[in-house]
Structures are given as structure tokens and as C-alpha cells.
């Protein structure tokens, strides 16, 4: 993560603002309504570099816990906030050839620092996307979709009538593999924690195309057995939520692999013996910006922009918030049961 | 699994012993010790039939667990004990091709019944072996030597200099890893657990070739690091105990595979979610039984013997028993503690 605010000249291929640009800074490790928003020069753009206008940015959990210190990824401070967003190409360096003028853009990596007006990002740090597809769904396509998708396609070969298991289904991952494996043909077991509010769920999941939803509590339940009546033992068990819920989840995997990637009970994952010998069951984790590490993603991009485009990929539950209403945005992003993303509007 | 003990005419190109031959059987499920010899009608020759003089067969855990009804495969009722062993091919049907008179034979698969003198077995149950090995050798290569070979191949690619931790080191499949992993030049850091005599286990595991061995107390000390000065980082844990040894394990595993192929602690395998995420590890099972089932195996029995012959692979510490003191063989075999496998001399 880089603040490009050292400036020393002035850009000279580069549309300026008048004013400099805000962005959301935070100096220390710490809570994360204690960070503020600054004015910051912009860079000079360089040969290599793209001035790019950012347009809309989640606030993601990880963007919370890199604040707070407690990712495993962390920038050097002082840091500008978030890892998502999307943003349009204001101007480009003479060697900068894979976006021009007008082109949207993700960050190709996380830590690239999207809570921001303006930026001049180095060429490789940025993903060209479609600009057909609606600002809040582009804004948020390459952290959450992304992840569902590379879950459902890496671990296990599923084939149209397969079926997956999902606790958080509810989360901005959960939401994009219930509409992912619909458009691919999976059936999928939603998991969501029981609330007042729960048939208003229910009818939401079902409404992205989820075949059965469920509560954590009817997943210990032995009438589980209705549902595989009708629908095939998953083979992909994907897992956010870590204890109780990870090893009730596995009881229902016959054989096959559950994904962990995310551990909203704080509690590890526990598995018994007989499962991984008897039953060959296979436990992994995904990290989706170790993904974005190893592998080239602008093709993923492209195929979950098609899925938008046909209607099969929708935008998630969001409310938009000016950016100087950010503090606001950071304190709904914190509480419990959060079912809208918090997307700034930059 | 199957007696043959229902024969309506003599065999007639089998050569018989002059009394029906013993074998141990039980007749229900409860305690090995409740079991009974027995004599037994053997069954005629038919074509694809081998007549088999068995030599010697151990007394392994999974025995055990089957006699106690508490194993995932369970035969029918009344059963012969045992799953491992090496015999004599005596005669063979006139259709049999893969054996001939005098050769050694394995068990292919799990179930066989190996604890009886005398027996005929269809020729697809049966694997031949080369003779030139010490017969207590043969006798125990089937389960414990293939089982280490496998894990140590099938879920990293090992190479020389790299480095594997392992629970239960003293077991039958903990000495087999200590051997094969010598032999491949890959270096093992072996747990166990404390007992009286442990620098005389400490001496023999490091005779085999052992590169380190350490007690599960130790496993969990900041001293750990130490070992890892002279040594990489394992890319691969091989787990027979489950609980807490398991996850102890797992903290010294920076990436790679914890392949788990026991639960000696009855108590499950619990992971923190970060080495899922942050750490891409992956945790799988092994059930050689399975994996008999899914593949052809009479190449990795020469390979095993290949070992056994350049002096690599050694017979295990065992105690060779009489049938007839059977019943204090299956005692001896479920003591804690146990360092010498229990054969039975047939």
C-alpha cells in the first residue's frame, strides 16, 4: 500500500483536480472510526503510471481488520483505507498500454488503498473491466464474486445436479455463490443464523436462486435427511464461520472438500479422525489475494462481468454513503448481522 | 471376508494337510480374547483357487477393531481374524496364471482372514511377493510399509533435503516413514510420546535412521525452533493421534499437507482457521484399504522388497508367537505402550 503522496513535481500528462484529493488515513493500528479523512497530493505521474478517478469502494471485514492490526496482511502506515473499488482512467503514463482514458479499473491486488478520491496507481497494480456493468457491481466484483467463483470451480470438479453446502450464506461470498452455481446449475444448502428477521432472508437467498436455506440450529436437526430426499449430498462444503457450524456442515459431506475461508465464530475448526480416514474427506483453505498473487485474473473479471450482463450476477445488498459520511459507514460495517454492504461513493 | 469353511467334495489337484487345518475365529462382535481356534473343513479347489500354506500373520490395531465390531469395514459373521500375513502358494486351479507352487503371497485387500494355517483363496485376492525377503518381513509389508511409502508419495512432492514430521513415530507406519523417508533422503523429525524408557526409543528410531526425536512436551516448546536451524520446515505432517498432538503438529507446518491416518488420542483434529487461510494448509486422510481398493499395488510390494534387499527397510520389532498362545498375543497386542508387533507363526 502506497499513499503516492510524496509528490514533487506536477504531473504533466495528467488531468489535475483543482483541489487536492481526500482519502482515509490511518497512522496506527487501532479502531477504526479513529482513522480520518485528509487531503493528499497526488503523484506525479510516471511513464508506467494511470490517474485514475475512483468511483465507488466497499467496506469490506478485511478492510476493518487490517485497521485494526489484526490481518494477516498488513500495510506500512500511514496506510490509506480499503482493497476494493472501482475507478475511472483520467489519464495515462507514455508506456502505459493495457488501459486507456475512459476505461474502468479494479485494483489487481489487495492493499492497493481505495478509499480515495483520486490516485496515480502504478499500470500493474490495475485490472481493466467492462464499464457495461452497474458502478456498484463493479465496485464490488473483485473480492466477494471472485472468491465464490474460484471456490466453487478449483476444489472439486462439480457438474450441473451437484450440490454445495455454505454457512454466512448471507455474506457478500455466500450471496455470489448462491447466484454463481444457479448460473452454473449447482444446487446449493444455504446456512444462516437464526434472527427475527429470518423469512425475510429466506425469501432473499431464494430469490439469488438458493435451493434450501437453513438455520445453524435445523443443520444439527436429523429432519436434515428431508432435504437430501431431493437433492444430492453436497461434495464442496464452503466455510466461514469455523466451529460448531464447520463440523456440523462436514457431518453432511459424504466424501469431497470443505473450503474455509473466513472464521466469523472465532472458534477453530474441528474435525473428527474418522471423517478424513473413512470418508476421504479433504479440508483446504482459500485467501483470494493469494489467488491474485499466483494467477492472472483479468478473465475471471470478464466471465463474472458476463454473468452480470445476463442478469444472473446481481449488485449485493448495499447502501451507498457519501465519503464524508465514512465514519458512519465504518461503524454500520462493524455490527452484528449486517446484512447491506456499506459502498462509498467517491 | 470368508471361511471357506462350507467345502462339499475334496479338492482335487490341492495338496491337503493330513488334519483339517486351524484358524481363529469369532463369532460376534466384543472381546479379541473371547475368540476361539477352531479346525476347519478346507474348502475344494476350484479353477481360479490358490491353496495357500499361510507362514506367519501379525496382530495389527485394525484387527483388533474389527474383532470389537468397532472398525468401519466389518466382515460377515462368523469371521477369521487378521489382515495381514504371507504364505506358501501349494496348488493352484487350472486357470490361475499369476501364481505358481512355492511362490509367497499377500493379502490384495483387507478382509481376508490371515490368521489360519491353511487356506484356499481365489487368485484375485491374493498378490505375489518376492521370496528373497525375511518371511517376518513379507508377513508385515502389506499394511504398515505401504501405508508410509503412500503418504510419504501421494500428497507432496518430496525431495531430497526436505523434511516430514510425524505423532505415533514408534508405530509399525512411524518406523516403516523413518526407513523409506532415510532411503529417499528426506529428513524426519519424529514425536512420542515420554515414557521411562525413552532414550532406548530415542536410540532405535534414530538407528533406523531417524533424524529427530522429540516427546509431544517438547513439541510444544519454544526450543522447537531450534531443530529447525539445522533442518526445513516439514511440508508434510503424518497424523495417527488426533487432539492436541495434532495441532501442535500442525504449528510447525508453514504450508504442504497433514495427512491423518489414526486417532490413537480418541479426541478430533482442531485447526485454527488462519493455517486454512493464511497458511494454504491442506489437511487430508489416508486409508490404505481404500486405496488397495482403488489401485493396482503389486508394484509397490516389489519396491517395498526392493528396500528390504539394499538393507533400507528392516522387519519390524516383533515378537514371534505360536498359534497355539494366540490368546496372549491379542493381550499382549492391545497393552499401551506396545513397541513389538505380535506375529503369529503358522
Chains 1, 2 share one sequence.
Not at 465507488?56 to 471485514?61: F, K, S
Not at 472439486?156 to 451437484?162: A, I, N, V
Amino acid at each position: 500500500m502506497n499513499s503516492h503522496g510524496s509528490a514533487v513535481d506536477p504531473p504533466q500528462s495528467c488531468h489535475r483536480s483543482s483541489v487536492d484529493p481526500p482519502w482515509i488515513r490511518y497512522g496506527s493500528a487501532g479502531d477504526p472510526t479513529n482513522t480520518s479523512t485528509e487531503d493528499l497530493e497526488l503523484a506525479p505521474l510516471g511513464d508506467s503510471d494511470v490517474h485514475v478517478k475512483m468511483l465507488a469502494a466497499p467496506i469490506n471485514p478485511a478492510d476493518i481488520n487490517m485497521i485494526q492490526g489484526t490481518y494477516a496482511l498488513l500495510p506500512e502506515l500511514p496506510a490509506v483505507g480499503g482493497n476494493e473499488g472501482v475507478g475511472r482512467v483520467l489519464g495515462v503514463g507514455r508506456r502505459v498500454t493495457s488501459v486507456t482514458p475512459g476505461d474502468w479499473v479494479l485494483p489487481a491486488d489487495a492493499g492497493l488503498g481505495t478509499w480515495r478520491t483520486e490516485a496515480v496507481f502504478p499500470e500493474e497494480t490495475l485490472l481493466r473491466v467492462p464499464r457495461d456493468v452497474p458502478v456498484l457491481c463493479a465496485a464490488t466484483l473483485g473480492v466477494n464474486p471472485c472468491t465464490a467463483y474460484r471456490m466453487l470451480a478449483d476444489f472439486e470438479s462439480l457438474r450441473p445436479g451437484d450440490s454445495v453446502i455454505q454457512n454466512a450464506a448471507n455474506s457478500g461470498v455466500g450471496q455470489a455463490v448462491i447466484q454463481i452455481a444457479r448460473a452454473a446449475g449447482i444446487r446449493t444448502i444455504n446456512v444462516v443464523r437464526d434472527r427475527p428477521d429470518l423469512p425475510k432472508l429466506v425469501e432473499r437467498l431464494v430469490s439469488l436462486g438458493a435451493d434450501h436455506v437453513i438455520t445453524e440450529e435445523m443443520l444439527r436437526k436429523p429432519d436434515m435427511k428431508d432435504i437430501f430426499k431431493s437433492i444430492p449430498k453436497p461434495r464442496l462444503a464452503l466455510n466461514c464461520v469455523g466451529g460448531k457450524s464447520a463440523t456440523e456442515m462436514l457431518r453432511h459431506l459424504p466424501r469431497g472438500t470443505m473450503v474455509t475461508y473466513g472464521g466469523m465464530a472465532k472458534q477453530p475448526v474441528t474435525v473428527p479422525v474418522s471423517a478424513f480416514i473413512f470418508k476421504d474427506v479433504k479440508l483446504r483453505g482459500f485467501w483470494m489475494t493469494q489467488w491474485k498473487k499466483d494467477q492472472m485474473h483479468s478473465k475471471l473479471a470478464v466471465s463474472l462481468c458476463e454473468l452480470v450482463r445476463k442478469g444472473q450476477l446481481g449488485t449485493p445488498a448495499c447502501t451507498e454513503v457519501p465519503l464524508e459520511d465514512y465514519r458512519a459507514a465504518l461503524e454500520a460495517s462493524m455490527k452484528p448481522f449486517t446484512s447491506s454492504k456499506q459502498i462509498l461513493i467517491l
